[in-house]
């Protein structure tokens, strides 16, 4: 039985949660025969609305501006679960703190601190990890823990074990010690970060293992889905140009090069399965309607606000068809 993840020997901890994917095609899965059958059968299917968001570093101020639209418009999820950039700025979403994400990343996006080459060079990460997950979150715009720790809304955040090449589903908890070396696991770009070790495992971005864990969260009974993606439509991956430097730098993880390799195949039956959901009414998508001009790493605050205009515009041009999709059991 392969699952996505093991709460084995290493003793992550019981805030992670084992998850057997699905198989690749991309046709109605077992929660929908089983939410039928139920249906007929005469028994209750509890609702449990999820929301899903995709990473795509600075592409996240798109996310920021479709989730600023639902907090203002008391749009809410019984779970969120989170990928590299879809983590971070997403748990802005669980401690209600609207503006919090395009403000912080216009002000800092200039801020050698914050992203740069030079931060790289000295320390091994691109986005300082002081200065974002600690004096940005505990000093210059501090994170509304207690907001967050009363929420109902349960935070999930993915991560992927380099050593088994498998995505790692965690529930997030701010009380716990090494919360944020998990926020910050779950956005360490390879190549770009240095390896993350938290609860007994070695680990760096989800995206790689799972870059929009849609199964995974219908498999933890998530049964009324909002899927945020930060590509159009019509985009297809393509397989890592960086590959040689990937196969280089983590010789030792071999798992983690399988993984990589594949990437761009598990993406795009992944997006695949989204599209099908979508035409069938089972997912509802909200995704830029053309590419962003955002790059991963930006330090233009104009960029970063067109992108974060984007998401607010296309979430407001859908919010009643969201509405009323979240209505309907």
């Not at 805030?15 to 046709?27: E, G, H, N, S, W």
Request: glycine fraction near 8%.
């Amino acid at each position: 039985m392969e699952l996505a993840d093991v709460a084995d020997s290493k003793s992550a901890g019981s805030d992670t949660v084992p998850v057997r994917l699905r198989p690749a095609a991309p046709r109605r899965g077992k929660s929908f025969w089983l939410t039928t059958f139920l249906f007929i059968g005469g028994v209750n299917v509890e609702t449990k609305r999820g929301l899903i968001l995709e990473g795509g570093a600075m592409r996240g101020m798109f996310t920021a501006g479709v989730l600023d639209v639902f907090m203002e418009n008391d749009i809410n999820f019984d779970g969120v679960i989170g990928v590299s950039a879809g983590a971070t700025f997403g748990c802005n979403f669980i401690s209600k703190q609207i503006g919090r994400t395009i403000r912080y990343n216009k002000k800092y996006c200039r801020d050698k601190r914050y992203c740069s080459i030079r931060s790289l060079i000295t320390t091994g990460d691109l986005f300082g990890e002081d200065f974002c997950y600690n004096k940005i979150p505990n000093e210059l715009d501090p994170f509304d823990n207690d907001t967050f720790r009363k929420s109902d809304t349960e935070f999930y955040i993915v991560t992927t074990d380099i050593e088994t090449g498998k995505a790692v589903y965690k529930k997030y908890d701010v009380d716990d010690p090494e919360a944020l070396s998990w926020m910050r696991a779950s956005a360490s770009m390879p190549l770009a970060s240095r390896i993350v070790t938290a609860g007994g495992r070695k680990m760096l971005d989800g995206g790689m293992a799972d870059s929009i864990p849609v199964r995974a969260f219908e498999n933890m009974g998530y049964n009324k889905n909002v899927v945020v993606l930060t590509q159009p439509k019509e985009y297809i991956k393509q397989k890592n140009s960086a590959l040689p430097l990937i196969r280089l730098k983590y010789k030792k993880f071999p798992k983690l090069i399988e993984v990589m390799e594949n990437r761009h195949i598990m993406y795009n039956e992944t997006t695949a399965y989204i599209k099908e959901k979508e035409l069938q009414g089972e997912l509802f998508v909200i995704r830029p309607e053309e590419p962003l001009n955002v790059g991963h790493v930006e330090h233009k605050a104009e960029e970063l606000e067109k992108a974060y205009q984007t998401g607010r515009a296309v979430a407001e041009k859908n919010l009643q068809k969201l509405k009323d999709y979240l209505k309907t059991q």
